[in-house]
């Protein structure tokens, strides 16, 4: 993604399920670490969204410190497409990532087909 550069080896998390946006930085940091089992120290990035599924903050380590990137919906109507299940951490790619803030549904995209061989 553009907005969080583009540094190798970068993973995305999100949390499924709604998370207390009250949080910042040190309550999502403590979050990535203890509930989805993530290193934030690694300059992976962790999303969370909130009950209403209209806003999102993604937290991450940046060099020398943690930087919080956040995105509301102004619509009422809107919503972000978020799995609901809370039970485990999800890993999507940096395109998943940008479809979901587009306001895609990154869950039902076409999947890479593989061959062993040509008819």
């Known amino acids: 993604m553009m907005f969080f550069g583009n540094r190798r080896g970068m ?11 009250r949080k910042s930085i040190n ?17 992976n990035l962790y999303a969370f969204c909130n ?7 993604i937290v991450y380590w940046d060099r020398n410190g943690f930087c919080l990137w956040l995105k509301r919906l102004e619509k009422k109507k809107d919503k ?18 940008g479809w979901l803030l587009r306001g895609l549904d ?13 008819i």
């Open 11 to 21: 993973r995305i998390f999100l949390r499924p399920g709604p998370t207390d946006m």
């Open 27 to 43: 309550g999502l940091t403590a979050a990535a670490q203890t509930s989805m089992g993530g290193e934030p120290y690694s300059g």
């Open 51 to 57: 009950r209403r599924r209209n806003l999102i903050k």
């Open 80 to 97: 972000f497409i978020w799995p609901k299940t809370p039970e485990e951490c999800l890993e999507i790619t940096s395109e998943q990532l």
């Open 106 to 118: 990154f869950r039902r995209a076409h999947g890479e087909l593989h061959y062993s061989r040509v």
